[in-house]
């Protein structure tokens, strides 16, 4: 059963309100709000349970595989972070807005801790208007057919940003369900040359207004060539034409691709925060 704190079931009829909380910062509520429009209230099918302090409106929070707090004062982080120390840890890490993560990880921290690593620093960017940088017209989406292609790109990718190698446990089998999902929704975008992966990039959510850039690589040998604006100009313009706003966040120490996204039109609309526990 999805509770508040108190004794009322949060339930079908919480889900209007939910809604609207969710679309007063699409940005940053994007990965929550794609979950929420597509797979509605109930925790089974939502991958995660809604929890609040008092009311919705005033303070909110995602508990799944990722714990997002999403609404909320000090004092509710702190209440978030209690329930979240009652019960067995589900989250592999905890991301959000800063001014709600870092409270919510200075409470829970002497329960989860200590952090693998706490990036406290990610700026959350978005793109309004059409992509300063000509999109590359090389750039397409991925299909399951090369799937196969794909896959170390993605390996290499992942194993730099979050530092563990998503083959390790099953051999990578989950990890390759998660893409060609995502591949199967259209949802994933790369250059081939001469069949091997260059440039890639996903939607890693898609909400009825945001869609958020994760995964952004170019090849260690292909760098410097422009083949980062290009292709994330190329998946900006694709989340445009589905009538949606191109977001991200990215490392604060990751000049680079700072400076990407900078050249390709997107600006600064907050600052995320992601504290790593498994």
Same mark, same amino acid.
């Given at each position: ?14 889900? @209007? ?6 679309? !007063?910062? @699409? /940005? ?5 709000? *794609? ?17 609040? /302090? =008092?009311?919705? !409106? ?24 209690? +329930?979240?120390? *009652? ?19 200075? #409470? ?10 706490? #990036? =406290? ?9 059409? @992509?300063?940088? $000509?999109?590359? @017209?090389? /750039?397409?989406?991925? $299909?399951?057919? =090369? ?21 390790? &446990?099953?051999? &990578?089998?989950?990890?390759?369900? #998660? ?19 260059? %440039?890639? *990039? ?5 909400? #009825? ?22 292709? $994330? ?11 949606? !706003? ?11 691709? +700072? ?11 907050? $600052? %995320? ?6």
């Amino acid at each position: 059963m999805l509770k508040l704190l108190g004794d009322r079931p949060l339930g079908a009829r919480d889900a @209007p309100v939910v809604e609207r909380v969710l679309a !007063t910062d @699409p /940005v940053a509520m994007c990965m929550v709000a *794609a979950r929420f429009e597509s797979h509605g209230i109930n925790p089974r099918l939502l991958g995660g349970e809604l929890w609040t /302090v =008092d009311d919705p !409106t005033s303070s909110l929070c995602f508990s799944g595989a990722n714990l997002i707090p999403l609404l909320g004062s000090t004092g509710d982080m702190d209440g978030f972070a209690d +329930r979240a120390a *009652a019960a067995p840890r589900v989250c592999s890490s905890i991301v959000g807005r800063a001014e709600m993560v870092l409270p919510f990880w200075d #409470r829970i921290a002497p329960c989860w801790g200590p952090a693998r690593e706490v #990036r =406290d620093n990610q700026p959350l960017m978005a793109l309004t208007g059409a @992509p300063a940088v $000509t999109p590359d @017209p090389l /750039v397409r989406l991925v $299909t399951l057919d =090369d799937l196969d292609a794909y896959l170390p790109a993605a390996i290499d990718m992942f194993i730099g940003e979050v530092g563990v190698d998503p083959c390790a &446990g099953d051999g &990578g089998r989950s990890y390759r369900r #998660r893409l060609a999902s995502l591949i199967s929704a259209q949802r994933v975008f790369a250059r081939f040359d001469r069949g091997e992966v260059v %440039f890639k *990039a996903e939607i890693g959510s898609l909400s #009825r207004r945001v869609g958020q850039i994760q995964g952004v690589w170019v090849s260690p040998d292909r760098r410097g060539e422009g083949l980062g604006a290009g292709g $994330t100009a190329a998946i900006a313009a694709a989340i445009i034409s589905y009538g949606r !706003t191109p977001s991200l966040y990215v490392n604060s120490f990751n000049l680079p691709a +700072r400076e990407v996204y900078r050249q390709v039109g997107f600006s600064e609309v907050g $600052t %995320f925060t992601t504290v790593l526990v498994d």
